[in-house]
């Protein structure tokens, strides 16, 4: 009913940008929260960030300062500046959403990844 379609990944060298981007669509009444998380090889998925209907924020302490979480309530999409990458960014980053369905049902809905990498 509901799908997140993530782009913006790829291969940036320490200290670069890449702006990530999440699209939901489907059978859409609202979107509560949504996030970013990300999974590195071995370790387990992690929070990055996240954003409410009303624009309030949350970040990992170790994004803090470089990563910026925004979205666009009119296109269901969301965004995730990164800037002053480090190698430890590397992982595959996934945007999730707490969706309201038309149908009044609620659940969490999650996109397929995409990842990033940070190297020189």
């Known amino acids: 009913q509901v799908q997140l379609v993530e782009s913006g990944g790829g291969l940036v060298q320490p200290g670069g940008s890449l702006r990530l981007s999440c699209a939901a669509s489907?059978?859409?009444?609202?979107?509560?929260?949504m996030g970013w998380y990300r999974q590195a090889y071995g370790k387990q998925r992690e929070l990055v960030a996240s954003?409410?209907?009303?624009?309030?924020?949350n970040y990992a302490d170790s994004v803090k300062g470089r990563f910026t979480v925004s979205r666009d309530n009119a296109k269901n999409t969301v965004y995730l500046q990164m800037n002053s990458l480090k190698a430890e960014d590397t992982a595959v980053y996934y945007c999730?959403?707490?969706?309201?369905?038309?149908?009044?049902?609620?659940?969490?809905?999650w996109g397929q990844g995409t990842q990033v990498t940070v190297s020189s």
């Open positions: 999730n959403a707490d969706v309201l369905t038309t149908g009044r049902a609620r659940f969490i809905s």
């Open positions: 489907g059978s859409i009444f609202n979107i509560n929260t």
């Open positions: 954003i409410t209907r009303t624009g309030s924020t």
